[in-house]
């Protein structure tokens, strides 16, 4: 088993910047593929982003702000956001699988964290 715990969030004005952490335990996940996903107040749980080690991908709502790197000395992944808008307000849910490629797909994902509330102020 996996456990995944999500840390760094806040609250932080728009136009600013913040860092979530991802650590996992139980295993070593530098070969699973990791993503982070959202959910604003009222919304569905979104994608954000994801990795498998080798390549990245982002939604185009974040492209260019957000920027996803993985530690696997520390079995650690996070996610930098920076220019931050008020519609970045969420929950933000870091996920893990051991099998397939980057995927947007909530469901595929096998692990997921508590979360972490981050809401960004106008």
Request: hydrophobic residues 30%.
């Amino acid at each position: 088993q996996v456990q995944l715990v999500e840390s760094g969030g806040g609250l932080v004005q728009a136009g600013g910047s913040l860092r979530l952490s991802c650590a996992a335990s139980g295993r070593t996940v530098s070969n699973y593929r990791m993503g982070w996903f959202r959910q604003g107040p009222g919304k569905e749980r979104e994608f954000v982003g994801g990795s498998n080690g080798i390549r990245t991908d982002y939604a185009d709502s974040v492209k260019g702000r957000f920027t996803i790197s993985r530690d696997n000395a520390k079995n650690t992944m996070y996610l930098q956001m920076n220019s931050l808008k008020p519609e970045d307000t969420a929950v933000y849910y870091c996920a893990g699988s051991r099998f397939g490629g980057v995927s947007a797909n909530a469901g595929s994902y096998e692990y997921w964290g508590q979360g972490t509330q981050v809401t960004v102020s106008s």
